[in-house]
């Protein structure tokens, strides 16, 4: 038998499928849902601020470089969408991490500025909401998903005024970590199982 004949050159490498054959995406969002929903477990006051450290461990390795990982791995696969939001979202649990550490650690340093993270929030609002548009193409559980942190960081952002607010948005980060978990193992039980769980199947709404 003869050998398969070379590629030429204008043909793609395929060099990035020989050592990324599973799909990321599931750990990526296990990463975000986990960690949101622990950082949210303080936010709505179902647990005291003694937690914190614990959500700090966890932002830095699982919900940050973990997701960070992901994202990593998902535009090595060509996946532009997957790799830009979860290495975004890895990043921003990083530096979460980063500075709530250094603001409780040093305050003389890192002053509370509530116009700052009231700017902060709104800014990954609209970051999210960019997002948001591509998942209009995608299915019903990232719609979901990105569509409920929009609500999270628009609240967030408010509740640097109002306490209310905070745990209103507590309640929405929640909701919406649940329905990241909720997705990684929808697209999980497909790729391994092949059960199809409600909101996996593509949409196309613009």
């Keep these: 038998m003869l050998p398969p004949p070379p590629k030429a050159a204008s043909e793609p490498s395929t060099a990035k499928d020989e050592w990324v054959r599973g799909d ?10 986990m960690t949101t929903c622990m950082l949210m477990f303080v ?8 937690f914190i450290p614990t959500v700090f461990c966890y932002a830095m390795f699982y919900g940050g470089f973990g997701q960070f990982v992901a994202g990593a791995l998902e535009l090595i696969k060509g996946n532009t ?4 939001a979860f290495a975004s979202y890895g990043a921003f649990w990083m530096g979460w991490f980063l500075l709530e550490y250094l603001s409780i650690t040093n305050k003389a340093m890192f002053p509370g500025v509530q ?3 009231s700017l902060w929030c709104g800014l990954w609002a609209v970051l999210t909401f960019g997002f948001f548009i591509v998942t209009c193409r995608k299915n019903g559980c990232l719609m979901t998903i990105f ?7 628009s609240l967030l952002s408010g509740g640097v005024w109002d ?26 039980y497909k790729a ?8 996996v199947r593509p949409v196309h709404f613009i």
């Design 24 to 33: 990321p995406g599931p750990f990526g969002l296990l990463c975000f849902g």
């Design 43 to 50: 936010t709505t006051g179902w647990t005291d601020k003694h």
């Design 81 to 84: 969408f997957g790799g830009t």
């Design 115 to 117: 116009s700052g993270k």
């Design 147 to 153: 569509s409920t942190l929009v609500i999270t960081f």
């Design 163 to 188: 306490p209310r607010c905070e745990q209103a948005a507590g309640y929405w980060g929640f909701f919406c970590g649940s329905s990241a978990i909720y997705a990684a193992f929808a697209f999980l």
């Design 192 to 199: 391994e199982l092949g059960i199809l769980l409600p909101g």
